[in-house]
């Protein structure tokens, strides 16, 4: 069974630092990775997709690597801003059917 | 290009009756994804319809139902609602058999349970 873990739960920096955010599958027989951020109250904004063939994806001031064989992603985010506050969501794909993480909940202070 | 429409936007129902909720896909998108977001359970994957047919359901009971029309917009029927049906229900549509089929999220509808 597919399981999907975020570290940290949650985290908060002053603005204009560089951060990461882990994401770890027990299951390496994946789709694709797809990372989402949540405002609160809010639906999900899709950030990045990493296919399952890929190894990264940018965008913009974020980077999301994917490592299938160690079960692990990142997130890495270029010179957070406040607006970058938000939670952050992992899902893995596994046929056709999303696993998500419990996500990391991002602080930014001016 | 309009994104995934969810409708409504909030639901409020009394314990024991049926609630509808409604999902308009992406232009082109054939498959339509629910998902339940309760409070401290995160996010749980309800159903999957694609091209009219339900592909696959989580592990939820059976009065959680619901359709694809043949314009593959949908519907989630929640019966006999109790109160841990509270939550957000969202929505989801791509294309599943594209190359680089990524899921596309609707803001949700907020159903709460009195």
């Known amino acids: 069974k597919q399981e999907v873990t975020q570290i940290p739960a949650a985290l908060s920096v002053p603005e204009g630092e560089n951060l990461v955010l882990n994401c770890s599958f027990t299951?390496?027989?994946?789709?694709?990775l797809q990372w989402f951020r949540q405002d609160p109250g809010k639906g999900l904004t899709s950030l990045l997709l990493?296919?399952?063939s890929q190894r990264e994806q940018t965008s913009g001031r974020l980077n999301a690597s994917l490592d299938k064989s160690s079960g692990r992603s990142t997130l890495y985010i270029a010179a957070s801003q406040p607006g970058d506050s938000a939670t952050y969501l992992c899902?893995?794909?596994?046929?056709?059917?999303?696993?998500w993480g419990a996500g990391t909940k991002l602080i930014i202070k001016p | 290009e309009a994104g995934v429409t969810q409708s409504p936007t909030h639901l409020i129902k009394t314990r024991g009756q049926q609630a509808t909720l409604r999902c308009s896909p992406i232009?082109?998108?054939?498959?339509v994804y629910w998902y339940q977001q309760a409070l401290g359970l995160g996010l749980q994957f309800l159903l999957w319809?694609?091209?009219?047919?339900?592909?696959n359901r989580g592990n939820f009971p059976p009065r959680f139902s619901g359709r694809q029309f043949p314009n593959y917009s949908s519907e989630l029927n929640v019966n006999a609602l109790e109160l841990e049906d509270s939550a957000l229900y969202l929505c989801?549509?791509?294309?599943?058999?594209?190359?680089?089929?990524?899921?596309?999220f609707g803001s949700g509808t907020r159903l709460t349970v009195v």
């Open positions: 989801a549509s791509n294309v599943p058999t594209a190359a680089n089929y990524g899921y596309t």
């Open positions: 232009s082109g998108h054939t498959s």
């Open positions: 319809y694609d091209e009219g047919e339900e592909r």
């Open positions: 299951d390496s027989a994946i789709y694709n």
């Open positions: 990493i296919q399952s």
């Open positions: 899902a893995v794909d596994s046929n056709y059917q999303l696993i």
